[in-house]
């Protein structure tokens, strides 16, 4: 891929020549979990989402199966 004369398998790297992971790795990945958990949160403050408690009270009654045919 040749875009605009940018080899990304040739510059990628660099970014950890400004972002050494050591240090910045984990608030990082922290950021990307709060920004996930404040996500969820409005989703779920809108009703959007998935609740196990009304899952559970709304699922339909099991239904036996029927008897299995006797060959004669």
Known sequence: ???FDYKPLEKDYRIWLVLNPAVWLMPILFA???V???VHAYA???????????AVAEAPAAVEA???AVAE
């Open 44 to 54: 779920w403050s809108l009703g959007i989402g998935f609740s196990p408690v009304e």
């Open 1 to 3: 891929m040749n875009v």
């Open 36 to 38: 996930a958990l404040v």
């Open 32 to 34: 990307v979990l709060a």
């Open 66 to 68: 029927a008897p299995a």
